[in-house]
């Protein structure tokens, strides 16, 4: 790629130095050994190398007895060559005066399409050693549809900057910085602060598909692309989007903070962007923009994300709201850690069986009518239900992944810092930081490997049990949510017209029992033999349990009537009772204290489960019964 762009530019990126490939591997090798990204350490671990190492590295050819001083030469004309055909911001050598950095920045606006395409060129080299790194993974994990979350990472030079106003005092022959593109990075809202100075790198990290399974893949980078801080942030996070889509992946859920989607030129742009080529956006809102009408249709209203009938209740349009003001009212009160979390937990579910309440009026995409205003909707919607469990699943795993990169990259500054001052400019930063980013994708898919030890359909029993119970529970949930508008529907319609009752018509709460530890199944168990926590496996497990807890929920009723209750005037029984889920992995092996899982046997393992409908905590007196088989 790099020899043929130098034949391209009517250069060599070979002559009398380096070839590009011993050039990058010298600068990965470093990086993956955590030493300063500096020409003297490079020039030094390839003397150190040639003598054992030399074809491995890809320089053969070159005499065992190179002195470090022509070494360190020959690494510094090869990386400038592979650096020249990625140059999108050429820098002259030598610290420049403001006269001379003013005709620069003409000069390259008179060749902005050249230098373009220069940068499509980098996007395309860092893209192509980090789509290596994805398809070095094992088959079981790798697909062609990927979930991504996109976020900036600030990565400092080894300058110091001016700011605009010293700038605009400076005259024509004092001299700016030595990296003049590199910009401030401000930190914080009301009480900003400048953390240093250099460039933002927009970072596209992997995700898994299942958010259940958090570590079903290793979070690495599959692209990135530098610009100075705040600065067209959103249209780089385009141009790593076009390279990862040239590579014929395509995306599924893209994960992206409040930054990307708002309705500056560049978010709308990117947001279409993504939307065009199939991507599910997961995003949050402003505290102003939440509960709000924010784009509307003759026939239809934006809400959240989420298209609605204009009759929408107020109740449920403002559900988000409402709970968190209640629950910052809960956290600033008195009560104890324990009394808190569980008014967090009734808040939670009465949230989310709002939310449910409000799939109802949702009005598809063919029946939209025309948009009022089309760049506010473009800049809204989103894939899931602003606040839903799938939401807050799929956007925690996306923030969690972000933040955790993050943190590897903070660790890079002393390399980058190390760096030589004969390599300046924002693509040589751009170069070093490709090889530190490559470097932290194999760490992480070496860690990740040793921790799954997956091999073809085996798994971690630790990573099975999870997936398991949140889809198990949700296909109970889903089941008695249709059970209670059949066998209860004024119940469910009085339940959801009253905002005081902790939950809204007909949603269930499953809860986990903790205390199962080494429960043995009965006959009223479901059992089943698993080697994945599939769809399938869930649905299999689940069968049994829907029709023990329907025959429960229906033998509770007529107990009820038996008691002299009207069918009328009888509660909505989700109100009042919930799911305890009894879920065991039977004679499954723990390999330490920390409760690390052993591999799933060959031949699977086998699972049981059991769901009883108990009274809630918090109300036990309404039923006047206890648990109920």
């Given at each position: 790629m790099v020899t043929a762009w130098a034949a391209e530019d009517s250069s060599s990126a070979r002559g009398a130095s380096l070839s590009p490939r011993t050039t990058l591997i010298a600068w990965l090798t470093l990086a993956l050994e955590g030493k300063p990204l500096s020409l003297l350490n490079a020039a030094d671990l390839l003397r150190e190398r040639l003598g054992k190492d030399a074809t491995i590295i890809g320089a053969g050819d070159l005499p065992a007895a190179l002195s470090l001083e022509k070494l360190y030469a020959m690494v510094l004309s090869a990386t400038r060559r592979v650096v020249d055909t990625v140059d999108y911001a050429p820098l002259p050598a030598g610290r420049l005066t403001k006269s001379e950095f003013e005709e620069l920045q003409k000069a390259r606006a008179a060749n902005e399409g050249a230098l373009e395409a220069k940068r499509v060129r980098f996007t395309k080299f860092a893209g192509a050693l980090l789509q290596a790194q994805y398809d070095s993974l094992p088959d079981s994990v790798r697909t062609h549809n990927v979930n991504l979350a996109i976020d900036s990472h600030f990565l400092p030079v080894g300058a110091r900057g001016i700011g605009r106003a010293q700038y605009e005092r400076l005259n024509g022959d004092e001299r700016v910085s030595s990296e003049p593109d590199a910009g401030f990075y401000v930190r914080g809202g009301q009480t900003a602060r400048v953390a240093g100075y250099g460039w933002e790198y927009e970072v596209a990290t992997l995700l898994p598909h299942d958010a259940a399974r958090p570590g079903a893949v290793p979070n690495i980078a599959l692209g990135i692309a530098a610009h100075r801080p705040g600065v067209a942030f959103a249209n780089r996070a385009c141009d790593v989007f076009d390279d990862i889509l040239n590579r014929g992946v395509t995306l599924d859920q893209v994960v992206a903070d409040r930054a990307y989607c708002g309705r500056g030129t560049g978010q709308t742009l990117l947001q279409r962007h993504l939307r065009r080529h199939g991507a599910k956006l997961v995003r949050d809102y402003k505290k102003h923009e939440k509960g709000q009408v924010l784009a509307a249709t003759d026939r239809a209203i934006l809400v959240e994300g989420g298209w609605y009938t204009p009759n929408l209740p107020d109740v449920l349009r403002n559900a988000n709201v409402d709970f968190e003001n209640a629950w910052q009212q809960a956290r600033s009160s008195n009560a104890s850690v324990v009394a808190r979390t569980e008014t967090h937990r009734r808040l939670e579910d009465r949230r989310d069986a709002l939310l449910a309440a409000r799939r109802r009026y949702e009005v598809p995409e063919s029946a939209f009518g025309a948009?009022?205003?089309?760049?506010?909707?473009?800049?809204?919607?989103?894939?899931?239900?602003?606040?839903?469990?799938?939401?807050?699943?799929?956007?925690?795993?996306?923030?969690?992944?972000?933040?955790?990169?993050?943190?590897?990259?903070?660790?890079?500054?002393?390399?980058?810092?190390?760096?030589?001052?004969?390599?300046?400019?924002?693509?040589?930063?751009?170069?070093?930081?490709?090889?530190?980013?490559?470097?932290?994708?194999?760490?992480r898919i070496t860690e990740w490997a040793q921790k799954r030890e997956l091999s073809g359909a085996r798994g971690l029993l630790v990573d099975e049990f999870y997936p398991l119970y949140s889809a198990v529970s949700s296909r109970l949930t889903d089941a008695m949510a249709t059970w209670s508008r059949r066998m209860q529907a004024d119940a469910v319609s009085k339940a959801e017209a009253n905002p005081q009752l902790d939950h809204a018509g007909g949603h269930w709460t499953v809860r986990l029992d903790e205390a199962a530890l080494d429960w043995v199944p009965g006959d009223s168990a479901s059992t089943i033999r698993m080697q994945r926590a599939d769809d399938e496996t869930a649905t299999a497990l689940a069968g049994p349990l829907i029709d023990s807890v329907e025959r429960q929920a229906t033998e509770l009723l007529a107990r009820l009537e038996l008691r002299g209750v009207a069918p009328g005037d009888c509660p909505d029984l989700s109100q009042d009772v919930e799911i305890l889920l009894r879920l065991e992995l039977i004679h499954a092996q723990i390999i330490d204290d920390e409760e690390e899982w052993v591999a799933v046997p060959e031949d699977g393992v086998l699972v049981g489960a059991e769901a009883i409908l108990v009274p809630r905590d918090t109300r036990p007196e309404l039923l006047g019964v206890g648990s109920t088989r």
């Open positions: 948009v009022t205003d089309e760049d506010t909707a473009a800049s809204y919607v989103q894939h899931y239900a602003y606040g839903s469990t799938p939401w807050r699943e799929m956007f925690r795993i996306g923030r969690n992944a972000i933040e955790s990169y993050g943190v590897s990259l903070r660790g890079i500054d002393a390399s980058l810092r190390g760096g030589s001052s004969k390599l300046r400019g924002e693509a040589a930063h751009a170069f070093m930081t490709t090889m530190i980013v490559a470097a932290t994708n194999a760490r």
